[in-house]
Antibody, heavy 119, light 110 residues
Framework: QVQLVQSGGEVKKPGASVRVSCKAS????????IHWVRQAPGQGLEWMGW????????KYSEKFQDRLTFTRDTSANTAYMELSSLRSEDTALYYC????????????WGQGTLVTVSS | QSALTQPRSVSGSPGQSVTISCAGT?????????VSWYQQPPGRVPKLMIY???KRPSGVPDRFSGSRSGNTASLTISGLQAEDEADYYC??????????FGGGTKLTVL
């Protein structure tokens, strides 16, 4: 069965960087796109961008353009999201989600990774 | 780019129908056949309920339906059940390979 398993929660200080992993199983990793979505406490969903797991192409939301990096390791079927220059407003649950290359809907989601930014 | 506009909350009694709207522009909701809806119960991961405006993934009850008129998409839940109580989010393609979510709607089953 399709699964996306994310790394554990992180606590970071303002100005630091965080890297979250998303390990895929149960399907051909390189045939899909991985999107990243975050949800601040008590708030709604916010789209961050995507990485094509096959060719490595990326697209970032303008909001995060200069602080966000997506990578993937095809040998490990894992996608990564790195957010730098963290501030308190980045405290949120970060999700990875799978999407067909030709589609725009997320059919499988990771369990979420809580990133807490606090001094 | 601002989030798509959804009502903060809607409510209905068991067995009734409710409709959640998602207002956008011709650059997103009205411009592409790429609106999806997600259900998120408290403390849970979002679940895909509708994609491509009105298509239902396998396993989603046919009580859930999607539609669009102009720049506004809608999710209708008929035969409301207690288990439908959750937050609902719309999401639309917004051009240039980007997506945008709505602010979310809390559905209460009375």
């Amino acid at each position: 069965q399709v699964q996306l398993v994310q790394s554990g929660g992180e606590v970071k200080k303002p100005g630091a960087s965080v890297r979250v992993s998303c390990k895929a199983s149960g399907y051909t990793f390189t045939s899909y796109v991985i999107h990243w979505v975050r949800q601040a406490p008590g708030q709604g969903l916010e789209w961050m961008g995507w990485i094509n797991a096959g060719n490595g192409n990326t697209k970032y939301s303008e909001k995060f353009q200069d602080r966000l990096t997506f990578t993937r390791d095809t040998s490990a079927n894992t996608a990564y999201m790195e957010l730098s220059s963290l501030r308190s407003e980045d405290t949120a649950l970060y999700y990875c989600a799978r999407c067909d290359v030709a589609a725009t809907a997320f059919d499988y989601w990771g369990q979420g990774t809580l990133v807490t930014v606090s001094s | 780019q601002s989030a798509l506009t959804q009502p903060r909350s809607v409510s209905g009694s068991p067995g009734q129908s409710v409709t959640i709207s998602c207002a956008g522009t011709s650059s997103d909701v009205g411009g592409y056949n790429s609106v999806s809806w997600y259900q998120q119960p408290p403390g849970r991961v979002p679940k895909l309920m509708i994609y491509d405006v009105s298509k239902r993934p396998s396993g989603v009850p046919d009580r859930f339906s999607g539609s669009r008129s102009g720049n506004t998409a809608s999710l209708t839940i008929s035969g409301l059940q207690a288990e439908d109580e959750a937050d609902y989010y719309c999401c639309s393609y917004a051009g240039s390979y980007t997506l945008i979510f709505g602010g979310g709607t809390k559905l209460t089953v009375l």
